[in-house]
């Protein structure tokens, strides 16, 4: 049974499972926190693929302070604990192993190698196992490892700067900057937490972007992988020693010039390089194709307050003749970053 207490301690948990949002790729962000006596007697949290995860770490807090007896103990975890051998041992028998007496957990874990199976483990040891608590909030931690896991295309966040007029460049193809720079460090979040980064040719020769993670400000840079950046270039107008491409010489990199549709594209990304969120920063054509072909699950303007003229380039370039065929969205979350407008969208 569901109680406050459950939802107060798991909110603890989901928040030690943010500090690895930038760190875990391409393992989910988990964290986990372990209570005796309505005390928290251990917390922890995962921070890279290959280290040990949040329960883990939880455990041996929790074993230094009190010792050995966790009998009466209760494990809040924010997803599913594993029941396989990967490049560490399952945590659902490390839980077992500890002798909590109840396990907490938030969301399931689709991933086929669990699905069910640490739950059914926890119970089979006699674990009194309470799930869907503070749900919602978990799912949000992990949204592109949880579709691809459930067997879907990654997440794709869209990502525009644009002008008050709905413009992106100057006809010249002058754009920076458009926003300032806290709308520029939150950039840096977004892909911080991708596995790669969908841009086109036509942005890589204008701009020649580093559209790489370089802040301090979000993690030790040392622990974030940098996204694989995949350009699209399907006129073949780009090869891999061109100047354009200077600042792509030491990060993973795929000069896409087959004729691939983008949701083969998503594909590729999700199985052969086990990504599970994608970020597109592109120019209009782009972003436009993956709009008109339903493949974004989030759509992220920031809206800088100035106008930039008829004659700019707008965002977005499909023709429309009926309002039919409008896109629509619903807004999920405002807010305001130094002088510009961050909205974040999701399709309808």
Partial sequence: MINSQDSYF????????????????PNPC?????VKDNQVIGQGYHYKAGQPHAEVFALRQAIQKIGDDLMGATAYVTLEPCSHYGRTPPCADALIKAGVSRVVIATSD??????????AKLQHAGINVTTNVCQDDAKNLNQGFLKTMAGGLPYVRLKIACSLDGKIAMTNGESKWITGDKARDDVQKLRAVSGAIITGSETIIQDVPRLDVRSHKIANLADIDQ??????DRRKRLNLTATSLKYQQN??????????????????LKTDHQIHDVLVEAGASVATAFLKAGLVDEFIVYQAPCLLGNSAKPMFVADFYSISEQLRFKMVSHETLGDDLKLTFKPL
């Fill in 10 to 25: 798991m909110s603890i948990a989901i928040n030690l499972a943010k500090k690895g949002q930038f760190t875990t790729r």
């Fill in 30 to 34: 988990v964290g986990c926190v372990i």
């Fill in 110 to 119: 689709p991933n086929p190698k669990v699905l069910g199976a640490g739950i």
């Fill in 227 to 232: 996204p694989l950046l995949v350009v699209l």
């Fill in 251 to 268: 990060r993973p990199f795929w000069l896409c010039q087959d004729e691939l549709s983008l949701a083969q594209v998503l594909t590729k």
